[in-house]
Nanobody
């Protein structure tokens, strides 16, 4: 099991940048595939970025490609999301979440992860105006 705590959200003007961090505690983080997900108001959850357990392969939603970068540091028990050129449509609550590699979702399919599965943080608000 892992416990996840996000930080780094806030308010920013369109075109600006934010860096989200996820602090991870628990066992075997190096065996977890991780992702960042967002939930805009009155819309569905969306997977925006995912990364394989070894941190070497990343996947992105088309809406954020070229603007967002996900990275995983298993030694520091952390996950980050660098968000550049933010737009109003990026406004949402952002969550980090993950599943153990044995769950069979360590691919682009991880972008389809939803709160009923895996481990999720409490979320951090990002507002772009």
């Amino acid at each position: 099991h892992v416990q996840l705590v996000e930080s780094g959200g806030g308010s920013v003007q369109a075109g600006g940048s934010l860096r989200l961090s996820c602090s991870v505690s628990g066992n075997d983080y190096e065996k977890y595939c991780m992702g960042w997900f967002r939930h805009p108001p009155q819309k569905e959850y969306e997977g925006v970025a995912a990364i394989n357990f070894d941190g070497n392969t990343a996947y992105y939603a088309d809406s954020v490609k070229g603007r967002f970068t996900i990275s995983k540091d298993s030694e520091k028990n952390s996950l980050t999301l660098q968000m550049n050129n933010l737009q109003r449509e990026d406004s949402a609550i952002y969550y980090c979440a993950g599943v153990h590699r044995d769950y069979g979702m360590c691919s682009a399919n991880l972008l389809r992860l939803r709160p009923s599965r895996g481990y999720w943080g409490q979320g951090t608000q990002v507002t772009v105006s």
